[in-house]
């Protein structure tokens, strides 16, 4: 049986003369237990490694843009790195067993997150990680 990977996909934009309305979740596999939001006031703030057995979450950024890195930590090289924004909004979804986190790119990022457990089942379910166990993975590098 083949197991869930971090993945990312663009939100849908719906835009009529009132502004724009970006879907975030929409599906009824999905049970979303709780929602939460987190501010970084500073470009360069990460938050992570974080790890969950059980837990999915589902992160969205609403403000700024923020740079998302996933992997299992049993297979360290195999890195999954994502990229979302207000301006192009993307739905990264973290299967259970992914240390994750993630750091934002401009000040004042907003993380919008959606997650499968209460925060007292997440918190029985939660390691943390240094995060720079896997090196500086949080770095924009030049291309």
């Given at each position: 049986?083949?197991?869930?990977?971090?993945?990312?996909?663009?939100?849908?934009?719906?835009?009529?003369?009132?502004?724009?309305?970006?879907?975030?979740?929409?599906?009824?596999?999905?049970?979303?237990?709780?929602?939460?939001?987190?501010?970084?006031?500073?470009?360069?703030?990460?938050?992570?490694?974080?790890?969950?057995?059980?837990?999915?979450?589902?992160f969205t950024i609403v403000r700024g843009s923020a740079k998302f890195?996933?992997?299992?930590?049993?297979?360290?090289?195999?890195k999954f790195t994502f990229i979302s924004s207000e301006r192009s909004?993307?739905?990264?979804?973290?299967?259970?067993?992914?240390?994750?986190?993630?750091?934002?790119?401009?000040?004042?990022?907003?993380?919008?997150?959606?997650?499968?457990?209460?925060?007292k089942e997440s918190l029985k379910d939660d390691k943390r990680f240094?995060?720079?166990?896997?090196?500086?993975?949080?770095?924009?590098?030049?291309?």
């Amino acid at each position: 049986m083949r197991h869930p990977i971090p993945s990312a996909k663009a939100s849908e934009i719906f835009t009529d003369d009132r502004g724009y309305f970006a879907l975030f979740i929409d599906n009824k596999e999905v049970e979303v237990k709780r929602v939460y939001y987190v501010v970084n006031p500073a470009r360069g703030t990460v938050r992570g490694f974080h790890f969950h057995k059980k837990e999915w979450k589902y992160f969205t950024i609403v403000r700024g843009s923020a740079k998302f890195v996933a992997l299992d930590p049993k297979k360290p090289k195999e890195k999954f790195t994502f990229i979302s924004s207000e301006r192009s909004p993307a739905v990264i979804s973290i299967p259970p067993g992914y240390a994750n986190g993630w750091v934002s790119l401009e000040d004042t990022a907003i993380l919008l997150c959606a997650s499968t457990a209460t925060t007292k089942e997440s918190l029985k379910d939660d390691k943390r990680f240094d995060p720079y166990k896997w090196g500086d993975v949080w770095s924009v590098k030049g291309k």
